[in-house]
T-cell receptor, first 112, second 119 residues
């Protein structure tokens, strides 16, 4: 079945870039997503990428997709303390129901 | 746009009682709504997929008689935890996908979650 894996923890210094990595197993996934979850809150959609794209940039966020290796990454430029949160990678399950398969989440800690 | 609300945001109840959680799409119509459960420091576990006007589709291992889902309109879905027990304590999150005509990208927008504590 489908599986999405992420590293569990990342610590960066304020102002540096953060790179959060994700691998997925289903090569037929059409969309891949990054969500952000702050403590005690729901998930906020950060960005998504369609499977025919290699890269997508949105302000401080850059998503890279390597379909051959089934690897997805999220780069946050100039990381701020407000970026501290859990970041979930998700792939859309093929089929008509728009089901998402989530990774375990990467906890990003930003320190001064 | 694309705001999803949940009510209540947190609830404490006694064991054996039933709890209803509402999920509303505020500025769009949602053909499909999803209910997730999240344990502390863990990922989201999909419980069921709810389509307006039809029965919900439950994931394997989720008791449909325990977790009743109703999707009565394009903007409202409810999850009722029946005869709640302490092991049902968790963070419940809903999401909604917009009803798009001619669109092919149906992003899920998430509610803020409901924290349930069963004593």
């Amino acid at each position: 079945g489908e599986d999405v894996e992420q590293s569990l923890f990342l610590s960066v210094r304020e102002g540096d870039s953060s790179v959060i990595n994700c691998t997925y197993t289903d090569s037929s996934s059409t969309y891949l997503y990054w969500y952000k979850q702050e403590p005690g809150a729901g998930l906020q959609l950060l960005t998504y990428i369609f499977s025919n794209m290699d890269m997508k940039q949105d302000q401080r966020l850059t998503v890279l997709l390597n379909k051959k290796d089934k690897h997805l990454s999220l780069r946050i430029a100039d990381t701020q303390t407000g970026d501290s949160a859990i970041y979930f990678c998700a792939e859309r399950e093929p089929g008509g129901y728009n089901k998402l398969i989530f990774g375990a989440g990467t906890r990003l800690a930003v320190h001064p | 746009g694309a705001v999803v609300s949940q009510h209540p945001s947190w609830v404490i109840c006694k064991s054996g009682t039933s709890v209803k959680i509402e999920c509303r799409s505020l500025d769009f119509q949602a053909t499909t709504m999803f209910w997730y459960r999240q344990f502390p420091k863990q990922s989201l576990m999909l419980m069921a997929t709810s389509n307006e006007g039809s029965k919900a589709t439950y994931e394997q291992g989720v008791e449909k008689d325990k977790f009743l889902i109703n999707h009565a309109s394009l903007t409202l879905s409810t999850l009722t935890v029946t005869s709640a027990h302490p092991e049902d304590s968790s963070f419940y999150i809903c999401s909604a996908s917009p009803h798009l005509t001619g669109g092919y990208q149906e992003t899920q927008y998430f509610g803020p979650g409901t924290r349930l504590l069963v004593l």
